[in-house]
């Protein structure tokens, strides 16, 4: 993948310390690292 | 525990390198799940919450494991040195047999992408692109 489709960066999100209503609105431009973490434990 | 470990290992890396990218984490599980474990361990770290697994699987590509990948010697061991580093094992929040990664992206662009092999593998975080300007 070399790009995020556009029907993921608008998806909602929720949780914590988020900085916009969507994956796109939290990420702007900025270089960012996601982290999928395995189930909290 | 290997979250818990994963999660203590980011945090002291943003800490110790001004250059380290912004952080966004995804977590199986609700908000409410969440709350408790990042107030105790990162509570300034962004977090979604997805107990749907969604990002993990479309975005990533994240694969669920099999049952006969718990059995492998290698978790076991991987286990001990993340009790000897102090992660103990707490009650699981979400989809247990859902795998992890990372992934770094500058808006839509995909820089550079890690998905776990198993259970225990985390990415190399002194692999992770510092300048992606290119």
Known sequence: ?????????????VGRNLHGATLRAHL?????????????? | MFCREL?????????????????????????????GFFEERWPGAAVVCEAS????????GARRMRLWELLRPSLLRRMLEARRKGHAQG????????LGGAMLVQGARVVWQYRAKD????PDLSAVPRDVSA
């Open chain 2, 119 to 122: 259970a225990a593998d985390h």
């Open chain 2, 53 to 60: 697994g969604l990002f993990h699987r479309d975005l990533l």
């Open chain 2, 91 to 98: 009650r699981p929040q979400g989809d247990a047999w859902r």
């Open chain 1, 1 to 13: 993948m070399n790009t995020v489709p556009p029907n993921i960066l608008d998806l909602a999100i």
């Open chain 2, 7 to 35: 999660v203590t290992d980011l945090r002291a890396a943003v800490a110790a390198d001004k250059t380290f990218p912004d952080v966004l984490l995804f977590v199986l599980a609700k908000p409410e799940h969440a709350q």
């Open chain 1, 28 to 41: 702007g431009g900025t270089a960012t690292l996601l982290v999928f973490l395995r189930h909290l434990a």
